[in-house]
T-cell receptor, first 111, second 109 residues
Framework: KNEVEQSPQNLTAQEGEFITINCSYSVGISALHWLQQHPGGGIVSLFMLSSGKKKHGRLIATINIQEKHSSLHITASHPRDSAVYICAVRNGGSGNTPLVFGKGTRLSVIA | DVKVTQSSRYLVKRTGEKVFLECVQDMDHENMFWYRQDPGLGLRLIYFSYDVKMKEKGDIPEGYSVSREKKERFSLILESASTNQTSMYLC????????FGSGTRLTVV
């Protein structure tokens, strides 16, 4: 079974800072997901990656397949970015393969 | 947008009760999943289903069962609720990407 490790576990940043959250996994994957969970519980999918880099607004996700590593970057961070960010991987090639989750990184952005 | 709806946001049940958690998706996805989320443990897979009437055990199926009689609905059943099943329960559906419900915070007293 794939092991997914995230770092850091907790992160506090000042508004405007550039933020990086890291994710590493132990076994080759077909896709990696970055998810966001706000207080109250709902989870939103930010990115699904199998190679390279994706950008959406101030969020950038990269993946290095050889290194088995992905990063989520937030530029010009804002208090509304405060949430838990979760990395999850899928081993199989189809949507019926369950995700394996990291334990999440709790981000607090202070004004 | 795909919508995954969980019937309750908060639920309080007594020990020994039979509990039903309902999840409905509106995009004709074949794959549906039930996870529980606990502090320090992350999300753990309870059961999943890739077709009507099909089910597969996840990592922690003990004390739970599921039902998938229709494609859009995937129910999680706690046969006899216990205090260690107090948790946040999240449903998801998938084609290639995943869509999650808002979660049900269940407290068993």
């Amino acid at each position: 079974k794939n092991e997914v490790e995230q770092s850091p576990q907790n992160l506090t940043a000042q508004e405007g800072e550039f933020i990086t959250i890291n994710c590493s996994y132990s076994v080759g994957i077909s896709a990696l997901h970055w998810l966001q969970q706000h207080p109250g519980g709902g989870i939103v999918s930010l990115f699904m990656l199998s190679s390279g880099k994706k950008k959406h607004g101030r969020l950038i996700a990269t993946i290095n397949i050889q290194e088995k590593h992905s990063s989520l970057h937030i530029t010009a961070s804002h208090p509304r970015d405060s949430a838990v960010y979760i990395c999850a991987v899928r081993n199989g090639g189809s949507g019926n393969t369950p995700l394996v989750f990291g334990k999440g990184t709790r981000l607090s952005v202070i004004a | 947008d795909v919508k995954v709806t969980q019937s309750s946001r908060y639920l309080v049940k007594r020990t020994g009760e039979k509990v039903f958690l309902e999840c409905v998706q509106d995009m004709d996805h074949e794959n549906m999943f039930w996870y529980r989320q606990d502090p320090g443990l992350g999300l753990r897979l309870i059961y999943f289903s890739y077709d009507v009437k099909m089910k597969e055990k996840g990592d922690i199926p003990e004390g739970y069962s599921v039902s998938r009689e229709k494609k859009e609905r995937f129910s999680l059943i706690l046969e006899s609720a216990s205090t260690n099943q107090t948790s946040m329960y999240l449903c998801a559906s998938s084609l290639n990407g995943y869509t999650f419900g808002s979660g049900t915070r269940l407290t068993v007293v």
